[in-house]
Structure formats: structure tokens, C-alpha cells
């Protein structure tokens, strides 16, 4: 007599429900494919620590199943209290699929820290610039099809993150319409992810398919703590 359903222990039928049927995941070789599911748009933003945290570890994740991710940051030049290394640019080299390219220099804009605001805004239009090629690139791949690993940005991409691009919108060194612009240029498989801005971008929310605010509850900048290697950069 065959066992059924319901002559099965409850534990064992209730993990036939879960992820992997219960059983842990194992690491396996990293190896080019595509991504099934990709062409969403998502938008993380608020006054919170972890906006550029949380994108990069999703990141991880798709280069992990051996989609080909690329990360655009704009403005990610930091203060004083930050070195010339950055840890996420370290794992990130070693990270097969996933690349990076940084437009940002030393300084925020609008602080009075000694910067060049003139440059800033120089900066910012550069990025928004790369970001168009880095579209057109992606719209011109097959992205049902997987991408070579080691192949350039120009190669296409199954996800785009646009680093503090919303801060650069949130700042006036771009407008709302350039943003929109880069929705608009997004071909429809790739998983397009804005990140950046203490303010709500409200001009989002209809065309935007995820929306997360980063919410702060305590920060020890409060307290005076500076920037720290390994958890801000």
C-alpha cells in the first residue's frame, strides 16, 4: 500500500510547501545564465543607513546565480573619515559577473566641505550620460540569453544598479525628467534598481514596481562616531 499525503508525517508533508522542500541549500559553481523573472524597476531611498547596502547584497544574489550585474554609483565620493579603499569594491573584483564603476569624488554637495559644487554637477551629468550607454547596451544584448562573465558592461547586463542617483535628483544636479528618461530607456528584461535621496521621490511611485524606505531609527553619527571600515566602506 503507497503512502499518501496524508499517511505522511506532519513535519514532512509541511516541507513539501518550503523553498528546496527543507532541505539547506548547498553552494554551487557560478556559471553564466539568465534570469527568468528580471524587468521590474525598484527604488530604495530614505534617511537610513543600508540603501546602498541593500542593493549591492541583492546584487550578490543575482551574480550568484550567474546573472551579469553592473553597479553605476554616482556621488560616492564620501568626507574625510573615508579611506581610498572600499571594501565592496574588493569582493566585487572578486566576484565573477558582477563590475562597477564610480563617478564620485572627495565631498558632498551642498556641505561646504571644501568641494567643487561646479564639479558635482559635472559629475552627476557624466553619470547620467554612462547610464544611457550602459541602457542602450543592455537594450541591444539578448538578456534572455546568459552573458559572459567576464564580458564588459557594454556586453549588456541582466541588472543595472544606479547608485545615489535619486540623491544626485534629490540634490538639482538632475531633474525628475532624467530619471523618468532612464525609465523610459530601460529595455524590458532588465531589473533596473535606483537607489538614494532622504526625500520621497514621489515622481516614482507610479512607475516604479518596488518601493522601499530605508527608515532611521537611531544612527551613531548622532553620538559623534564617524564613518567605520567595513560597515561604511
Known sequence: MNETDDDRPPREAALENTPGKGKTPEAQQIEPDAPEEFGLVQVWWGDGKGKTTATLGMGMRAAGHGYRVHVLQFMKG??????AVRGEYNAIESLPGMSYENLGHYGWHGMADGSDEADHEAQATAGLERAHELLAAATAADLAEPIDLDAPPE???????????????????LGEDDVLDLLDAKPEGLELVLSGSHEEPAYLEDRADLVTNVRKVAHPIEDGQRARRGTEY
Not at 556586453?155 to 544636479?173: P, S
Request: charged letters at 20%; aromatic letters at 4%; hydrophobic letters at 50%.
Open 78 to 83: 564620501g568626507a574625510s573619515s573615508v579611506e
Open 155 to 173: 556586453a549588456g547586463m541582466h541588472m543595472l544598479i544606479l547608485d545615489e542617483v535619486l540623491y544626485a535628483a534629490d540634490r538639482g544636479l
